[in-house]
Structures are given as structure tokens and as C-alpha cells.
């Protein structure tokens, strides 16, 4: 219904629209660019559940319109009707079923996807693709990759059956499933694919921010290279562009910041540590099919599994909280700028306080009255510490 709605709107208006199908938002972003279209408009309502679809908006360059932009199309939406095409000049409707197969076709073309050594391992693949857009194209990637798949909710009908977001504890059933049938690794995608999580051979689901680690060490940036992250993003993500000496550079959570500094300083790689990578060898979006084939091509070359990949590195633990949002924002500021004046101050979006093992980012959200606690420390003693200090902070100004 939404669908024929946003065709016959723009119809109307004497746009053209190519219908890609039932796909993944990074394919429809691809289909942007292969058709040069004016723009694309995904629904979806990504990895919350159903009640919340709406119109994702892509600009012409296959990215997710930013802030500027954005709110020009609500006020083109709020302002008065534009003008309607006359009969003779209205829009048509031509369907695209190859957008899939395009995405499939240049993933496994990318430098960096080890196709050979990745076939040669014939991975058991344990899949949950949450009765979203991902059965659409994932067993194919996989298949296409030697992959043995076994699979839960490949149903492309969106009845979610557990809450959609590939966090831990909603992997429960594909963490049983990588025990049941002996799997090498549990790949989950969030329902419009852009997102991935891991859960290792033993079952056990590894945390998101593995995905833009892993991702990143499958992609061996030199060390005149740059790796973008948002300001909440998992030291492990930044460890693994350090051993490998690239550069780290943080962006304003929200993917549009972090495509749009991806660009800016033409970065290798680059995504969130919700499970989101962008890889813009093909594009500037965050891409799960290029997340699994990447993850993929690190376990084949590494000759290892996916939990002593994750034992070789330093742990972490991320706490997070919120408390209600007072009006005195700055204040909070500058009370955590004082009481931790040895750390690295960032004010790009909120305020991030650093030191070399750990962080705390304080940010209003943007859609409730609260603020935003996430701590990261080498213990979950050492960043409850820094969120009790925040809190008290915030509560204090
Ligand atoms: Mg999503």
C-alpha cells in the first residue's frame, strides 16, 4: 500500500519510478547509482519492528539525504501541493528485477573479498535473516561464496518473529542453531540488511562492533589510510585499524556523518559499531552483503576461527544510560570537561571525553528529552565509574 502510494505520488507529479522489488536498502542504494536516478525511497523501518516502516530518502549519489536535505523534503511535504503533471505527462512504472543480482555480482568482485580462499573453506554457515528483506539475497551470497547454509526466518513477509535489531539477546535462536548443526559462524541481519552481527562457533553472539573490526582487518588498510567510525563506536574497531597503522577518524553518530567524512577525507573503510559497514570500494553505504563476504574472507585467509579472532584482541565492555534531559546542556559540559581534565575532548556531536583505553560520549538524543550516557573501559567496573560520574553530572547542573 505505501509502496503504490509513494509510485502514484510521484507519478503524478510527471516522475518516473523503477521498481526494484523486495531488496535490501544498500541494493536500492546501488540501483540509485546504476540507473542515475534523481533519488531512491526505501520502506522499511530498518531493525525496529513493523508499526515504525517509513520512507528512508536516498539523493542521487546512492546516500542517504543528510540533515539540510532532509528537512527540505519535510517542508516540501508540509508546504503547499506541488504541482500535478497534466494527463499527458504523467509518470510511468518500470520494474527492475536484476538490482539483486547487480549487488550480488559486484560484491563478490570487490578487493579485499577473497573469493577462492573463502570457497576453498566450504564454511558451514549458520543464517537468521529475520523474515526481513535479507532472505532475499543473503543464501544466495553465501551459496555463491561455497557456503554450506542453514537457515532460520529466510521468509521475505516482515512478521518478525523476535524483536529485529541483531543484538545479543536476540540471537538466542541462531546462537542454538550454530550449536545445533556444528556451523563455523551465525551471520543475523537486521530486516532491510544493512546491518550484520556475528555469533562465533560456539554459539555465542560476539557483540556488533566485531563486524566493522573484522570487516576492517579483511581490508588491510595501509598506514597512510584513514577508517572512519561514529564517536560511539568499540575500541576494538579502532584497534584493528591501528595494527595495521591507518589512521582513525570519528564522525557525529548518524550514517549520513559518517558517509559524508568517508568522502571528505576518501577513507578506505569506514561504518558504525551497530553492525554497520561501509566499504565505499562500492559505495558509501552501509552494506551487510559486503559485511558477511568481508567477515568471510578474513576467517578463510586468517586460517582461524571467529572466537580466537575475537580472543586476540583486548576485550572491552560497553555500558550505556540515560538520564532526563535538563535545559542546561553546556553546563554538563563543562562539569565533565573539569572533572576529566586529562582526557581528549571532542565536541562534535554531544561530548566525547578520551583516554587511550576508554571513553564516555554524553549526547541529547534526538528523538526523546534525554541525554545519552555510553562508556567504554577495559572492565564494565571501570565504565559503570565513568557513567556514575556522568550521571552524577548531569543531575548536578
Ligand atoms: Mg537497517
Known amino acids: ?17 523503477i521498481d526494484v522489488g523486495l531488496v535490501a536498502t544498500p541494493t ?36 542517504f539525504l543528510d ?9 516540501l511535504a508540509a508546504g503547499e501541493p506541488l504541482p500535478r503533471a497534466s494527463y499527458n505527462a504523467i509518470g510511468g512504472v ?53 557456503c554450506r ?28 542453531l550454530v550449536r545445533r ?32 573490526a573484522f570487516a576492517i582487518r579483511a581490508v588491510r588498510p595501509s598506514g ?3 577508517v572512519v567510525c561514529n564517536l560511539s563506536t568499540s575500541l576494538v574497531v579502532e584497534d584493528a585499524a591501528k595494527e595495521f597503522g591507518a589512521t582513525v577518524v570519528r564522525a557525529p553518530v548518524g550514517e549520513a556523518h559518517v558517509a559524508r567524512k ?44 571467529v572466537s580466537e579472532l575475537v580472543a586476540r584482541a583486548p576485550r572491552y565492555t560497553i555500558v550505556k544510560a540515560k538520564v532526563p534531559r535538563g535545559a542546561r546542556l553546556e553546563q554538563v559540559y563543562e562539569a565533565l570537561r573539569q572533572r576529566f581534565g586529562d582526557a581528549t575532548v571532542d565536541r562534535q556531536d554531544g561530548l566525547r571525553l578520551s583516554w587511550p583505553d576508554r571513553w564516555l560520549h554524553v549526547r541529547p538524543s534526538g528523538t526523546e528529552p534525554i541525554i545519552r550516557l555510553i562508556a567504554e573501559a577495559p572492565t564494565s567496573a571501570d565504565a559503570e565509574r565513568l557513567i556514575e560520574e556522568g550521571r552524577r553530572l548531569c543531575a548536578a547542573s
Open 1 to 17: 500500500m505505501f509502496a503504490q502510494a509513494a509510485t502514484a505520488g510521484l507519478n503524478s507529479i510527471g516522475c518516473d519510478v
Open 28 to 63: 536500492v542504494q546501488l540501483a540509485v547509482e546504476h540507473h542515475r536516478a534523481a533519488g531512491g525511497i526505501i520502506l522499511t523501518a530498518s531493525h525496529n519492528p513493523i508499526e515504525w516502516n517509513a520512507l528512508k530518502f536516498v539523493g542521487p549519489d546512492g546516500i
Open 67 to 75: 540533515s539540510v536535505a532532509g528537512t527540505r523534503v519535510r517542508d
Open 94 to 146: 518500470e520494474p527492475d528485477s536484476d538490482a539483486i543480482s547487480r549487488h550480488l555480482a559486484a560484491v563478490l568482485a570487490l578487493r579485499g573479498v577473497a573469493v577462492r580462499a573463502i570457497r576453498r573453506r566450504r564454511f558451514r554457515v549458520a543464517l537468521d535473516t529475520v523474515r526481513g528483506a535479507g532472505g532475499a539475497l543473503m543464501p544466495e551470497l553465501l551459496e555463491r561464496l561455497g
Open 149 to 176: 547454509v542453514t537457515a532460520i526466518n529466510l521468509e521475505t513477509d516482515g512478521l518478525f518473529p523476535r524483536p529485529p535489531e541483531p543484538v545479543p539477546e536476540n540471537l538466542k535462536a541462531l546462537g542454538a
Open 181 to 212: 548443526k556444528k556451523a563455523d559462524i551465525g551471520i543475523a541481519v537486521d530486516p532491510d540488511v544493512d546491518r550484520l552481527a556475528i555469533v562465533d562457533e560456539k554459539g555465542r553472539a560476539i557483540g556488533e562492533d566485531y563486524t566493522l
Open 224 to 226: 597512510r589510510q584513514t
Open 262 to 305: 568517508i568522502i571528505e577525507l576518501r577513507a578506505v573503510i569506514g561504518g558504525e559499531g551497530n553492525g554497520g559497514v561501509m566499504y565505499p570500494a562500492l559505495h558509501v553505504g552501509r552494506d551487510a552483503p559486503v559485511a558477511a563476504a568481508l567477515v568471510l574472507s578474513l576467517l578463510a585467509r586468517e586460517r582461524t576461527t
